[in-house]
């Protein structure tokens, strides 16, 4: 017998767990499970669910309703255990996903790498279509010296600095569909999570870019953003960034980094690559009308 239930938070060793039997998915703590859910546009994570079987948990579903950018989009995640798979669990977490509110116009959006073929070929199975390519790049955090540009600060970040914060994200991201758009609760959500570390760049007393890093897994941390202001490109401030989170990061003791970049973003891939990133996979964003997904299932 399977039921597919609501997550709730006492689950989250229970996924924690699951996902590191899933080799194709990043293993997380409870805690940094925890922390995903709880943030803002998760909504106390109230569409996330789970498969079980006979009590245990064998599958799960991420899924979250997005506003803020040109269309809504509902994302999510699905795994399931090796040994419970090419019995349809997938699809029946599909289509609770698919049951789930949403406004007219939105669309489905899931990412996955391009080396789990199994699950691009679900994917593609359900009607999906790659609208994103991005490269996922590694990198060891020893060794990185940071010196900032003549006229600019680097600097650890502090609550004063969260409008700044808020402006930057808008002006890198606001164009993505995706976009999601960063309020004071989603900024202390972010604080909390493990491995936080935030960088700023500033000039005159202005903040002009920031490097902001978490924990990913095991010893591993993620850059989950690099932005600097359009004024001030071009000067090596990006890099600057980089390298001082780098060397936090090794303080902190994280052994290596990573980070993702649109595949036609070429002048960042470039400072990737001269700062020692190098590509290891890429991530493939399928996109499908949800109308559409409802009509075929």
């Not at 064998?58 to 090796?82: N, Q």
Request: charged share 25%; net charge neutral; glycine share 8%.
């Amino acid at each position: 017998m399977h039921g597919i239930v609501p997550y709730r938070d006492e689950d989250a060793g229970d996924v924690s767990a699951l996902m590191d039997q899933i080799a194709e998915l990043p293993s997380t703590s409870a805690e940094s499970f925890r922390a995903f859910a709880a943030l803002p546009f998760n909504r106390s994570a109230r569409d996330f669910r789970l498969l079980r079987v006979e009590d245990r948990t064998v599958g799960f579903a991420t899924s979250t309703l997005l506003h803020d950018g040109a269309l809504p989009i509902r994302h999510f995640r699905i795994g399931i255990h090796p040994e419970h798979r090419r019995r349809r669990l997938g699809t029946l977490l599909l289509m609770e996903i698919l049951r789930q509110d949403a406004p007219a116009g939105t669309l489905l959006q899931c990412n996955s790498q391009q080396s789990w073929q199994a699950g691009n070929a679900f994917l593609e199975h359900a009607g999906f279509r790659v609208s994103r390519v991005e490269r996922l790049m590694r990198r060891a955090v020893r060794g990185t010296e940071a010196f900032a540009p003549p006229g600019f600060r680097l600097r650890p970040a502090t609550a004063r600095d969260d409008a700044a914060w808020i402006a930057l994200h808008a002006e890198a991201y606001g164009a993505r569909e995706d976009f999601t758009k960063l309020t004071p609760e989603h900024l202390h959500s972010e604080r909390g999570c493990p491995g936080f570390d935030l960088r700023v760049a500033e000039r005159d007393g202005d903040v002009v870019g920031y490097c902001h890093a978490m924990h990913l897994e095991g010893r591993e941390a993620l850059i989950q953003s690099l932005v600097v202001r359009s004024d001030v490109r071009g000067r090596g401030l990006g890099a600057a960034l980089l390298s001082s989170s780098l060397r936090a990061l090794a303080s902190s003791s994280f052994d290596t980094a990573s980070l993702n970049v649109v595949s036609t973003e070429h002048a960042a891939i470039s400072v990737y690559e001269r700062l020692g990133f190098e590509t290891y996979d890429q991530m493939l964003t399928f996109q499908q009308p949800l109308s559409a997904a409802r009509s075929t299932s």
